[in-house]
């Protein structure tokens, strides 16, 4: 888990555990089904972009056992005409992680 998250964490005195996950099992239901979460108590962060400029994103969180409404609630959060899921590229230059293992 990044440092800054857990610097942040601490500070809120949010409780948390870490958990180690092997890439080869950051896909939501692998992650589960490998080690024994339930959807409804895993979380999938999503970055979402707009597509015109300027450019926005936003990081948004969802149970896994839940779908993200991005036409509609979070481009009315957001503010923004059209959306869309973030590439790999753009999700790694933007949170400095890997699809598959982006944190809050």
Avoid: W
Avoid at 39 to 59: E, F, M, R, T
Avoid at 66 to 73: E, G, I, R, S
């Amino acid at each position: 888990m990044n440092d800054v998250v857990v610097e942040h964490l601490d500070r809120l005195g949010v409780e948390y555990e870490i958990m180690p996950c092997d890439p080869q099992f950051a896909d939501t239901a692998a992650f589960c089904e490998h080690y024994g979460i339930p959807p409804d108590h895993s979380g999938n962060s999503i970055l979402v972009a707009s597509k015109k400029a300027p450019k926005q994103y936003s990081l948004c969180v969802a149970l896994a056992n839940t779908k993200l409404d991005v036409n509609h609630t979070v481009r009315r959060l957001m503010g923004a005409g059209r959306l869309s899921f973030a590439t790999a590229e753009e999700t790694r230059a933007v949170t400095g992680m890997m699809i598959g293992g982006v944190t809050v």
